[in-house]
């Protein structure tokens, strides 16, 4: 679009083309959206920028155009910067939500949703070869999306048995059995820090999501670094009482992740709250750091926002997460598709091996022990 020209009005942006019409980018998504520094990390393509620090009524204030670019200073003091060709892509495939129908969705009654933490409660690793405890545990892990044991092996061993216990070990981008600790700079993901990172679920940005996560802790020596965890599916049920058309609206607009590395450039997108065919939820999807633009279409724009950001603030609710502390032997197993994760910061060496499985796995290995 080399003739495009752009111009402020009120407190949206509107490019203008020879022979098309106009294309009109409400300023509060456009500010979330830059493609500078401040807006996104210049390598991974993470999101830096704050989207729920921008004000709602933020609004341009002056424009700058260069032949492909477009950079925007704004009423909170800001600028951001745009591929203008990039804007003209996004417009040209908004999304329209479906109406609303009332009713979001029905959650499976034999799960124990958690919006207060659980005092946690640790299960031996002997659970990994006897048959009782480990049908024990994968109940537990049923019921409330998560379970930690204490004792295990350290090494690879004891983690290859985990996998072959709840199925398979997934390969991804990452591996297969993966090493996690801020030494290991194999890949651009914020999880090879070691600041504190929101709650999220893992890989927006893969059509299907691994089910599960585990992580075995082999090495600790500072402070801080529990892993958080919220009940997403709690959460959507609490979110859906109070706003039930937002909730509606995250059961039908698809939010786009992406994952970049050297070589390496995954995209995918789900609604956040995604509904089977029988209107029962069957995952919570949510990963502001992977979030990739995704333009509403016009009169949708304030609407998808504030629902993301209602949910979000629902997640973010004091009392709604688990802290669970680390200890080298420690495993925990979690439901990548009910629970949120996140990370207190952390001091000192703390370094993991984990991998994930396959949803259907664990749903293959309940069904074998006679718990779905
Ligand atoms: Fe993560």
Redesign the pocket.
Known sequence: MPNATAAIDGSAVVLSMQGTDAIRIPGRWLRDHGDDAGSIDQVSRQRVVDTFAIPADIAPVELVQTAERLVVTWSDGAETAHSRAELVALATSRRSPRPVTGRPFNISADLALWESPPEPTLLSATAFTEDGLWRDALADLRNHGWVMFEGAALGRESVEQVGSRLGYVRHTVFGGIWTLSPSIQDHL???YTSFE?DV???CTYTHDAPGL?VFAQQERDGDGGDTVLVDGFAAARDFAAIQPQAADLLTRFAVKGHYLEPGVHLVSDRPPLRVDSDGVLRQVSF?NYDRAPVLPEEGWVDEVIDAYAAFRAVLMEPGRSLHLPWEPGRVLIFDNWRLL???TAYTGARSFLGFYANHEDLESTLRVHGLL
């Open positions: 993901d914020s999880a990172l999220h679920t893992d996560m990963n994760h996140g990370r």
